[in-house]
């Protein structure tokens, strides 16, 4: 089995479960459904620019695809194809997007996984902390980045003139691909993060999830950065050479349909971080 054909199908999160008829009238091609998830969702952090008051309750909190699904059809029962109004698109983050997306290519049985990393087409910083999905294009035999949550409101306030559905190679990276840049010297480490939370420790939880993603655990302790403590944020000598060698596994998951189980059974060994060891 090649590494591409062990993310063709659903796992617990991506599964559109009773609601998978609403799939039915999908277009086929990746470009297509990457437009029809950026019509479904707002992204809690964009909310103004969509005329959302500030003070409306935006719940953060990642969600099944099932359970996307059914909050889309209660705000506004229809095919998704239909044109919705800023007050009939849930609200969710940059993950949410990447899962809703690698449902539905899945759904037409092309191979699509989510992966955690840094973009850099966001005014926060050089590297902002983002979810993305990956598709495996039969013709020209590569992964392909794409991101569903760049809808034209994105697009025109980013000025991104690239096509969302076929990321280059500069817009993002992985947090291997992150992390191995920074050990390289060729970018500072305190480029990569979320708003004020930069630097090493920050590529170390990036590194991590997306390990997981990889593994299809989307969700994790790793999550709860937000509650790190200052000494978990210190890394020893054997920190980093730990993180090289993930990040070397994470790159290299492609080589071999067996690097998925190697990855699953490393997975399963650094599922708690520092700050709650």
């Known amino acids: 089995m090649s590494s591409a ?3 063709v199908a659903h796992d617990a999160l991506t599964d559109p479960g009773r609601h998978a008829g609403l799939y039915d009238d999908l277009p086929l091609e990746p470009s297509r459904l990457r437009e029809v998830v950026s019509r479904l969702m707002i992204h809690v952090a ?45 609200f969710g983050t940059c993950r949410d ?20 990393g840094f973009a850099t087409y966001f005014a926060a910083g050089p590297y902002e902390d983002h979810w993305i999905c990956e598709y495996w294009a039969t013709s020209s035999r590569r992964w392909v ?7 034209d409101v994105h697009r025109k306030h980013l000025s991104i003139g690239y ?13 291997g691909q992150a992390w191995k840049m920074a050990r390289s010297g060729c970018a500072s480490p305190e480029t990569f993060g979320h708003s004020n939370a930069k630097g090493w420790w920050f ?20 999550d709860t950065w937000r509650s790190s403590t200052p000494i978990s944020k210190v890394l020893a000598p054997a920190d980093f050479a730990a993180l090289d060698q993930l ?14 189980t190697r990855l699953t059974v490393i997975a399963s060994s650094c599922q708690f971080p520092p700050w709650q060891a």
């Open 203 to 222: 590529l170390r939880v990036n590194v991590h999830r997306d390990l997981f993603a990889l593994t299809n655990q989307y969700m994790s302790p790793w």
């Open 97 to 116: 997007y990447a899962l809703m997306l690698c449902s539905m290519l899945r759904h037409h049985s092309i191979p699509a996984r989510v992966r955690c």
């Open 5 to 7: 054909q062990l993310y």
């Open 163 to 175: 096509d969302p559905a076929d990321l280059p190679d500069h817009a993002f990276v992985t947090a």
């Open 247 to 260: 990040a070397e596994s994470t790159e290299a998951i492609d080589c071999a349909s067996s690097q998925f």
């Open 46 to 90: 964009w909310a103004t620019h969509y005329g959302i008051p500030p003070n409306t309750p935006m719940p953060r909190d990642t969600l099944s695809v099932a359970d996307r699904l059914a909050l889309t059809w209660a705000l506004a029962a229809g095919s998704l194809l239909e044109k919705r109004g800023s007050d009939k698109r849930s």
């Open 145 to 151: 980045r794409s991101d569903a949550q760049l809808d």
